[in-house]
């Protein structure tokens, strides 16, 4: 009898619904925080190429236009590539790109680098939340979202004590560096374990709905960004939010008229994925300027130093990883209209505990603002995140994550840029550099007016789909299971 042949070594079995979260947990960890622990190494990247903080603006701008340029391809990568393939080689290329600015010599081959950084990000979000949207359903969703909110939160807190102890201790290069000893098992984790699919054969690639949609992001995002540093009446920045304004309506007048584009804007004809989308792109405004405005008040107009101010607002990271374990567990029972409207209405009132803050204001009543803060925003990012996505198909799920992720990408632009033009305004001409307390006070009180205009919509948004789908009712694309009369009353 034939000897059968020898099996050659196996590797272990492990489920995706494990393999998934741990890929893109570290996918969101290492990308977060590479955009918040760079401005931090600024100053000494600066002396070590003898400029000028200013000077160094590249740097900062460079990552967050490509990133907006790179975005509208890689629902279509996805598609034809697969998941796991897109997904590994934008990591690689991310991590290749962090060595590369590690090892940079001059500041242009830094910048060139931050643009590679930026074009590899611009593909791995999406393809990481399409890749882990895809491995579990509805009902699933917001009980794994309990727990990818921990990076998310961790990360942007953790980052400048990071950058601060390389920068201090090693060399600015590092803050680059740092990436490698996550990214590097993440890349041979995903690549032995991560299930991969060949990709399909989608339609012939849009290239027009790609230069008009990346060259409109791109000039959108820098006019934002460069706006507050150059004033907005630069003819740089107008020139370039003129452009992209112009850019965008071609695009969207291209792509609905073509049979297969690139960005399927026709999703927004659904109500719950628009709303939702809306929410996100005005919500995140009052919810990220507060993150970038709470250091500035701390260290402008209280003169706290930079450990003071960090571990002030750090207590917001508590706040939310509180409440996002209350709401995944009552999402399915009241829906995600009353938790983002009463979480918006308390980031509300958050901001104007935080407008009645003066230069005499003690750390702990600042801190536990921050933490009611933290409260009210873990009410926000996981239901309109998870009911974004309910009633979409499946065969549209990588375009549906990356419209959510140009959203939120725009969103997160324009919180800052709002921030500094309240600030700017509120500053009496011919003062000094740092703005008034009142400035500060003015700015809060800004941003908690929007919020209380996003809660009073929020509370509009239809949620009976959503609902659905978090029990497991809804079939693919929202379409409930539900006898009609059932139906009826869980849309109401």
Known sequence: MPRRPSVPFALPSLSQRLVVPVVCVSVTFIAIVDGAITTVALPSIARQFQLTTAALDGVVVAYPVCLAMAIPASAWLVERFGGKRVLLVALAGFLGSSLLCGAAAGLGQLVAYRAVQGLSAGVLFPASAALL??????????????YMIIPQQ???????????????HLSWRWVFYVNLPVG?????????FLAGDRGGRPARFDLPGLLLSAGALGTVMFGVCEG?????SSPAVVVCLVLGVVLLAAAV?????????????RLFTDRLFRDTNLLNLVGLIPIMGALYLGPLFLQQAQGRTALESGLTTFPEAFGVLLTVQITGALYVRVGPRLIVGLGLAGVSATLVLLAGCDADTGLWTIRGCMFLFGAAIGCFFIPTTVASLATVDRADLAQATMLNTVVRQTGGALAPAAVTTAL??????GAAA???????????LALAAIAAATAVFAFTMPDGPARAAARGDAAPGGRSTLPRRRRDRVDA
Do not use: M
């Open 154 to 168: 961790i990360a942007p807190a953790a980052a400048p004590v990071l950058g601060g102890l390389l920068v201090d």
């Open 253 to 265: 007048a291209v792509e609905l008229r073509t049979a297969h584009p690139l960005l399927r804007l």
């Open 424 to 429: 700017v305004l509120g500053t009496p001409s």
């Open 133 to 146: 949207f895809g491995t579990f359903t509805p009902a699933e969703q917001v009980r794994v979202s309990r």
């Open 228 to 232: 507050p540093n150059r004033g907005w």
């Open 434 to 444: 740092a703005p008034p307390v009142a400035a500060y006070q003015h700015a809060f």
């Open 184 to 192: 590097l098992p993440a890349v041979l984790f995903g690549a032995l």
